[in-house]
């Protein structure tokens, strides 16, 4: 091995302390810089207060929508016990029906259930009291149209006595009333006389009783009109048949109104 000479030692006696073969120190060591931190983190803006009021309003809205008042069902019951009042019995289930899918009390739908029960059994006692008019109307008719005046009286009494008196049954019977006093005038000539008296006698009665079955005819096209407004369209045509077979079979009036009342009784 080659002795180590002073210069490799240096002056302080230690390998590589100087000298020109010594290597250089290292560069110092560079750190990257850091972004700078911000200060505070970025507010949201807040909620105004148009945009509170409008999101309550449309919670409303849904609530009212999903959850129908008070005041609404009392509306749906009141118009379902409008609609039995005018015989519309299927109507107004198919209303009790929608109400038992809501928010209805038992209570209330009790309540409407009595009513439709009460309007039911009026109804049926209005189509049986139209159905009785119409034959003991007919009936009447008929007996003035041959002058059978009792009969005609006997015929309405019966009537009134189970049913009662209304507008059309007083008219009817001031009508038979006047039929009589007519028929007891001295100068009126008795159906008896009619054929075997002279010319004039038989002109007279003729002129009577023409003038006795048009005013029978009129009235029942009159009643028959009535029938024809109420929807009663067989009582119109029964009481057209009679002012044809039994009145005036030649009465364009009656014929043209039977027409009319049978045309609308099929689409009933």
């Known amino acids: 091995m080659a002795t180590p000479s002073a210069t490799d030692f240096g002056r302080s006696g230690k390998p590589g302390a100087s000298g020109p073969s010594a290597p250089p120190p290292p560069p110092p060591r560079q750190e990257v810089p850091r972004p700078p931190l911000a200060a505070h983190p970025p507010q949201r803006s807040p909620i105004r207060l148009r945009w509170w009021i409008l999101a309550l309003a449309l919670l409303w809205g849904v609530w009212l929508v999903a959850k129908p008042s008070s005041k609404k069902i009392e509306r749906q019951i009141d118009a379902a016990i409008a609609l039995a009042r005018e015989c519309k019995g299927s109507e107004a289930q198919a209303q009790l ?31 049986q009291r139209s159905k009785a008019w119409s034959d003991a109307s007919n009936g009447v008719e008929a007996a003035l149209a041959a002058a059978s005046w009792d009969k005609a009286r006997t015929r309405l009494q019966a009537f009134t006595k189970r049913w009662g008196e209304d507008e059309d049954t007083r008219a009817l019977k001031e009508r038979i009333e006047t039929a009589k006093r007519d ?86």
Do not use: W
């Open 97 to 127: 029906i929608a109400l038992r899918k809501t928010r209805a009390s038992q209570e209330q739908l009790q309540r409407l259930q009595q009513a439709l029960n009460d309007e039911a059994a009026k109804c049926t006692r209005r189509r």
């Open 183 to 268: 028929a007891a005038h001295p100068l009126a000539v008795p159906r008896s006389a009619v054929g075997s008296s002279g010319g004039g006698a038989t002109g007279a009665g003729g002129g009577r009783a023409s003038q006795a079955a048009a005013e029978s005819a009129r009235n029942l096209i009159q009643s028959a009109e009535r029938d024809l407004d109420r929807g009663d369209y067989g009582a119109a045509a029964d009481k057209m048949t009679l002012c044809l077979t039994m009145v005036d079979a030649g009465n364009p009036a009656c014929r043209a109104l039977k027409t009319q009342a049978e045309q609308q009784a099929k689409f009933q």
